[in-house]
């Protein structure tokens, strides 16, 4: 009797174990250019992407959105709550082929840009929007209090940032560049002096508890949107006809840990990085 009240209190003690030390969950669905990731543990249980909001010409910063933006029409080729495959058409012949997959606290995205025309494209950068209102617990006016970038290996939350652009076509909204893109192919929102080493950027959640964050290689630029949004948008920098390119993006919900966030992003994009400028 003994051994079997024994064997049941050590069953009871692993599937509590188990149980309280559970990887939290995440899936995703796509419907009408909108991917959302779903959790239990997120605050308010999801996460939405417009996905994508927009692909876009050089020449973007002085230029009007309507002359920038390529129109595109989007197919969702197959589905499962791990992964999704859509191909996005452009107007000008280009094709987007991307594979968007869950793999525990991430969701990662591998897309294959391709020209099958005779005619070069002029698709130079794409945008995903990521909404963060639900996961900050804040709106427009505050949601930059918990969102940061990171310069020289280190936090900087944008609100101590020593310099914010203030004047540009488009207003309000602030725009960060690599060092290897022309400021004149960015966003057309105030573009910041600050030049990061970091393709990351993110946010921290409502009870700070978790770190929304992303990143793409090739990177085009980092943004701080208009409607409770974060960007990091990647390069295409065009194709001619018949080119082929591969770009990888991650989205990352972790435990608030920025120290493990960055190595982990140094490790997933293989970064040695140089020092950022400006900052």
Known sequence: MKTITHKVFLMFVICSFLACNKVPQLSISWSDEILTI???????????????????????????????VIGHQSKLISASPKEIILENYLDDGMVAHHIISVKNDEIIFDV?????????????????????????????????????LIIDDQLAMMPDLPQWAMEARYTPGQVWRPVNVDPDDVNPRPLSPIVPDNGLIGCFSEDNQLILATAWEPWQELFQGVIVCLHSDFRIGGLVPGETKNIKGKIYIVENDIDALIQRYKQDFNKVLPHSLGY
Request: net charge negative.
């Open 38 to 68: 779903h959790g239990d543990h997120l605050p308010g249980d999801s996460v939405q992407v417009w996905y994508i909001e927009a692909f876009c010409r050089n020449g973007s910063h002085e230029t009007a959105w309507e002359e920038t």
């Open 112 to 148: 294959t840009i391709s020209n099958p025309t005779e005619k070069a494209s002029e698709a130079h950068w794409a945008q995903p929007c990521i909404r963060v209102d639900g996961f900050t617990g804040l709106g427009q006016d505050d949601y930059v209090q918990k969102s940061f």
